[in-house]
């Protein structure tokens, strides 16, 4: 085969592969369903000192929802499952001097406050570094909270050191939280107060993506549960999730499919030319 064929149909099957990709999510974006956040509810861990459950204020219009209290775990949960989904929003910090965790989470299950079979993904992203015991009820040590954005696998019922820290600690059987990543470029940095950030979740039985501002921060790979959507809070107030949409998940072309199609294009092209000639 003429060499300029083949570079064309190199350049092609790149195009193509690229293409392919943007018309998905293009497509995708652009036939979202708008999310009622009114049709959510509501659920905390258990309170320990000092720390209550999370007040979940959605506006008149269910286009947003406001988290306003600096309390234990909580969670705002949706009324649709997400395998298979492609979930896009907004969330905002208005800080008042704290620096926790604001978050999400994917395939957790209502109830899962109290369930010991509990199994779901946690997305938190913590604005700065600091180490806390939170003390009774809890029976396990202090533990220290990481600057950055991060996911974890959540288990039965943990205790907030578990929670605070990404861990699992011996002296607590009911329960476990198990960092799995980091994210590419925001892993060690903490979120900025009074920004809009744009997530997006695509979440398939074996791949969760997470996507910051349109880049691609997390992609873990694994055997997940199935369950709902959840905004997530830990002694962090103040924050506002809004403009959330969800659509099927994109599919993935088979390189198989759109490669070979693009090929035979180019060999007949190729076969036609040298006829001519």
Do not use: C
Request: hydrophobic share 40%; proline share 5%.
């Amino acid at each position: 085969m003429h060499i300029d064929v083949v570079r064309r149909l190199r350049a092609a099957l790149r195009i193509g592969a690229v293409g392919v990709a943007s018309a998905a999510a293009s497509l995708g974006a652009a036939n979202a369903a708008t999310v009622d956040l009114r049709t959510w509810s509501a659920e905390s861990y258990p309170a320990v000192s000092g720390f209550g459950a999370g007040v979940w204020t959605p506006s008149a219009t269910g286009a947003s929802v406001l988290q306003s209290v600096n309390g234990q775990p909580t969670l705002f949960v949706s009324d649709f499952d997400t395998f298979g989904t492609d979930v896009r929003g907004t969330i905002r910090v208005n800080p008042g001097g704290d620096d926790d965790y604001v978050g999400f989470a994917l395939g957790f299950s209502p109830g899962d406050t109290t369930a010991a079979g509990a199994d779901y993904l946690l997305v938190d992203w913590k604005q700065g570094t600091q180490a806390f015991n939170f003390g009774a009820p809890s029976n396990t040590p202090g533990s220290t909270a990481a600057r950055g954005l991060a996911v974890s696998r959540v288990t039965g019922v943990p205790t907030a050191d578990e929670f605070w820290g990404h861990v699992n600690f011996d002296t607590d059987t009911a329960g476990a939280v198990t960092e799995l990543a980091r994210g590419a470029t925001l892993g060690s940095t903490g979120w900025a107060g009074n920004q809009d950030y744009v997530f997006r979740f695509v979440f398939q039985p074996t791949r969760l993506q997470v996507y910051v501002n349109d880049g691609l921060e997390m992609s873990v790979d694994g055997n997940f549960a199935n369950g709902r959507m959840a905004f997530y809070n830990f002694s962090q107030s103040g924050v506002t999730y809004s403009a959330f949409t969800v659509d099927p998940a994109p599919p993935v072309p088979e390189p198989g499919t759109w490669a070979l199609s693009l090929l035979g294009l180019g060999l007949l092209a190729w076969h036609r030319r040298g006829r001519r000639a």
